[in-house]
């Protein structure tokens, strides 16, 4: 198991750009395949980014395609998500996931995931 903790979010101007981080604590960091998940107002949780252990390979929702990137540093327990071009559509709670997964699988479902941090807001005004 391991703990995660989000920061980084805020309020935004569409177009503009935030960092998100994740840190992560009491387990191996290394052998977790990563996420990032949000969720708007009144909607269901919706996966946005996924990245495999070693960093290797990363994988997308269409919805942030070409705008988002996710990447860790194992080194330091961190996860990130750089977000460009924001759009309004993109306001939610953001939140990251792990699931313990040394072979360098990926997975978009929530329920592939076990341990989840406890969001942050993200706000983007139009």
């Known amino acids: 198991q391991v703990l995660l903790v989000e920061s980084g979010g805020g309020l935004v101007q569409a177009g503009g750009s935030l960092r998100l981080s994740c840190v992560g604590s009491?387990?191996?960091?290394?052998?977790?395949?990563m996420a990032w998940f949000r969720q708007a107002p009144g909607k269901e949780r919706e996966f946005v980014a996924a990245?495999?252990?070693?960093?290797?390979?990363?994988f997308y929702a269409d919805s942030v395609k070409g705008r988002f990137t996710i990447s860790r540093d194992n080194a330091k327990s961190m996860l990130y998500l750089q977000m460009n071009s924001l759009k309004f559509e993109d306001t939610a709670v953001y939140y990251c996931?792990?699931?313990?997964?040394?072979?360098?699988?990926?997975?978009?479902?929530?329920?592939?995931?076990?341990?989840w941090g406890q969001g942050t807001q993200v706000t983007v005004s139009s």
């Open positions: 990245i495999t252990w070693s960093g290797g390979n990363t």
């Open positions: 009491g387990g191996t960091f290394s052998g977790y395949t």
């Open positions: 996931a792990a699931r313990y997964s040394p072979i360098a699988l990926l997975f978009r479902r929530e329920n592939d995931y076990n341990d």
